[in-house]
């Protein structure tokens, strides 16, 4: 494992840049975050690709795995699933239909309000979240093992921890 960092990468080069026109800024939470911006994005479409042969995004893969998360009985209303994910009601209608008509969950009348639904991860969708979190696990592992020993690995989630802590 090579934990050196690379010497001069593509964030490094724009915040030369903005050394050069404006050497009067402190570019460091530009450094950071840039990285966090391009870190994700990359880490996006791998984990992307690690869910594609369950036949889910990550989009629909973050459903299945709230419904998951949640335990047995493995149900929430679409408002706890679109407050989980922080995504529109529109788009999580989307979702939660490709997701119905795959067979992976299913959606029924609440027994205690009749103008509200509750959503159910099925048995097949239970089944494939598990496959599923497991790929995406296994390259976000292999992502953090081809850069960080263990500790740094760690160290980076404290520190992460206690800056989105104090952006919330």
């Known amino acids: 494992m090579d934990t050196q960092s690379p010497a001069h990468d593509a964030v490094d080069a724009i915040t030369d840049q903005w050394a050069a026109v404006r050497p009067d800024l402190d570019t460091v939470p530009m450094a950071v975050f840039g990285r966090i911006y391009r870190l994700a994005n990359a880490m ?18 973050d459903v299945l795995a709230t419904l998951r998360r949640s335990g047995e ?10 407050a989980t994910l922080m995504i529109t009601t529109g788009g999580m209608t989307g ?14 009348p609440d027994p ?41 690995a760690e160290q980076l989630a404290a520190l992460l921890r206690k800056l989105l802590g104090t952006t919330a």
């Open 73 to 82: 009985p493995y149900t929430l209303s679409p408002r706890e699933l679109t």
């Open 44 to 61: 996006r479409g791998r984990v992307d690709k690690a869910y594609a042969p369950y036949g889910m995004a990550l989009g629909e893969f």
């Open 112 to 152: 205690n309000d009749r103008r509200a639904l509750r959503v159910t991860l099925s048995e097949r969708g239970k089944e494939l979240v598990d496959q599923a979190v497991g790929a995406g696990l296994a390259e976000q592992r292999a992502a953090l093992e081809g850069a960080l020993s263990e500790e740094e």
């Open 95 to 108: 979702r939660l239909d490709k997701l119905e008509k795959a067979g992976l969950l299913t959606r029924s």
